[in-house]
């Protein structure tokens, strides 16, 4: 297959990976979906379900887990990135924002920002610096503490630092883990409303959450893994329909009330 030239809308293809950590331990098994160019897709799971595993293996960083894809393939646009490294995946428009935000606590929220995209070397000063005005643009409070550190934001803040970071990549695919854990249920609207602003400026995301009704108000399309393989697919608002995403993902008890 020819590469795709880099200015042709691409499409993540993820098709029949099989996933080990170490050496035997089987993480993913026959993984298959699919994220359009422009889209949004969730992927729902429970803990341990492989969410994070799937997240490592598009953006080339399972090896630094000790984990490896074992079969299948993953194809975005002309480019292969299984068995790839995480330079290669930003270089082709994909990066990951990592599970627990991990901000570098001691560097100011500005070092922060410049350590996205470093793999990027030959990108002109012109257009780093309008990648950091469009971040701090869409997180107004990230430029009001620009110059404090790290530690000292908020876990909503540091998230939202965290997704500057990555954006500093000037990403056409971003990968995010779980941002809305363990945070307040504005700040989480808050990320939503992030999350719909970055896809309406062109960036396609896969969204990886355990707060299913959050992720599925997002997404057009969704999946949900359990223990290493796809239990369910479809589109999102159909999904949020289904009996067993009720219950299990949306707090729903067996006659349909909201659980307390
Ligand atoms: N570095 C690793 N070495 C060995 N096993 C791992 C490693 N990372 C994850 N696993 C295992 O792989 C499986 C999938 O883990 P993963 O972190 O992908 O799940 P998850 O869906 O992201 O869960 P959570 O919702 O808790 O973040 C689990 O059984 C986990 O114990
Ligand atoms: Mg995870």
């Excluded at 298959?32 to 994070?52: D, M, R, Y």
């Excluded at 490896?68 to 490294?85: F, M, Q, S």
């Excluded at 960036?203 to 369910?232: F, K």
């Amino acid at each position: 297959m020819p590469e795709a030239p880099p200015d042709e809308a691409p499409a993540l293809h993820v098709e029949e990976i099989d996933v080990t950590y170490g050496r035997a331990l089987s993480a993913l098994r026959s993984v298959s979906l699919t994220v359009p160019h422009g889209g949004v897709v969730a992927l729902l799971g429970a803990n341990g379900a492989g969410k994070t595993t799937l997240l490592r293996a598009v953006s080339g960083t399972l090896r630094l887990h000790r984990g490896a894809v074992t079969a299948g393939r993953i194809r975005y646009g002309g480019t292969v990135l299984d068995g790839r490294d995480p330079v290669a995946a930003v270089r082709a428009g994909v990066v990951q924002v990592p599970e627990g935000r991990r901000v570098f606590a001691g560097l100011t929220v500005d070092e922060n920002l410049r350590t996205g995209g470093l793999g990027l070397s030959r990108r002109a000063p012109a257009q780093v610096r309008e990648a950091r005005e469009r971040v701090l643009t869409l997180f107004p409070r990230l430029a009001e503490r620009h110059r404090q550190a790290a530690g000292l934001l908020s876990g909503g803040e540091q998230q939202m630092l965290a997704i500057g970071r990555a954006l500093m990549a000037s990403p056409r695919l971003l990968l995010l883990d779980e941002p809305s854990l363990g945070l307040a249920p504005l700040m989480v609207e808050r990320i939503a409303e992030v999350v719909r602003e970055i896809n309406a400026q062109g960036t396609a995301v896969l969204l990886v959450e355990q707060n299913a009704g959050m992720a599925l108000s997002l997404a057009d399309h969704a999946h949900v893994l359990e223990v290493g393989e796809v239990r369910l697919s479809g589109p999102a608002a159909e999904l949020a329909r289904t009996d067993a995403v009720r219950r299990l993902y949306l707090g729903e008890t067996a006659d349909g009330q909201g659980a307390a």
